[in-house]
């Protein structure tokens, strides 16, 4: 299997299995893995259970790490690895933030978003794991991540949301939407295979291109 890109985004809401598919992919083609860094961050538990008192900060701490880590591993390119592959793109600060800040707040975060979001390369593929609200917390309850617990189906659907308007504000990049509500990637071969094929073995254009994966 060729590989045609440098840099592999796996994106997709919460719960979705963005990092369980990057770790896949990374371990079975000698990619550098990227994963995101927030199991320490102390405001995500805070944010949780107070979003209101929260959300800047945590949106502040995760634009921090994430700039902080891309800036670091691309930067550093590696000839051991084939690609890069990220479970998480940098714009997702801007879509989360839009989600949980009021109107001023954001108005601020975006300013200061932007200053630094030219400076991080693009993808040559970004993949969004497209899973209905309803199925993903099913997923979120499944892990069993304690500050997750009371995460509701209308911030999900808000998040999905802010995903789609920024696809269709930023029409540059070679976006995949893979609609994987019947699969099981994560412990099915078979299911892992058919998203493998899809990211690696067809030709994508600039802009949004959609694929529904079933099982067969």
Same mark, same amino acid.
């Given at each position: 299997m060729s590989i045609k890109y440098k840099y592999i985004v796996i994106e997709g809401n919460i719960g979705?299995?963005? !990092?369980?598919?990057? !770790?896949?992919?990374?371990?079975? #083609?000698?990619?550098?893995?990227?994963?995101e860094q927030f199991a320490?961050?102390? #405001?995500?538990?805070?944010?949780?259970?107070?979003?209101?008192?929260y959300?800047?900060?945590?949106?502040?701490?995760f634009l921090a790490e994430r700039y902080q880590q891309l800036k670091k591993e691309m930067s550093n390119p590696d000839l051991f690895y084939s690609f890069i592959i990220a479970d998480y793109y940098f714009m997702k600060s801007l879509i989360f933030a839009q989600s949980t800040l009021i109107k001023?707040? %954001?108005n601020l975060y975006r300013q200061l978003f932007m200053i630094i979001y030219e400076s991080l390369p693009k993808p040559d593929l970004y993949v969004y794991l497209h899973v209905k609200p309803e199925n993903l917390l099913s997923n979120i309850k499944k892990r069993g991540r304690n500050y997750e617990q009371?995460?509701?189906?209308?911030? /999900?659907?808000?998040?999905?949301?802010?995903?789609f308007e920024f696809f269709r504000q930023n029409p540059k990049i070679r976006y995949l939407v893979l609609d994987v509500?019947?699969?099981?990637?994560?412990?099915? *071969?078979?299911? %892992?295979?058919?998203?493998?094929?899809?990211?690696? *073995? *067809?030709? %994508? *254009? !600039?802009?949004?291109?959609?694929?529904? /994966?079933?099982?067969?």
């Open positions: 979705v299995g963005k !990092t369980s598919l990057a !770790t896949k992919i990374a371990e079975e #083609f000698n990619a550098k893995l990227i994963l320490d961050n102390p #405001f995500l538990p805070k944010f949780y259970k107070d979003p209101e008192r959300s800047f900060q945590l949106e502040l701490s001023d707040e %954001y009371g995460i509701k189906i209308d911030y /999900l659907e808000s998040i999905q949301n802010g995903y509500n019947q699969l099981d990637f994560v412990e099915d *071969n078979k299911d %892992y295979g058919m998203v493998k094929e899809a990211i690696f *073995n *067809n030709e %994508y *254009n !600039t802009g949004v291109n959609r694929l529904i /994966l079933n099982k067969k």
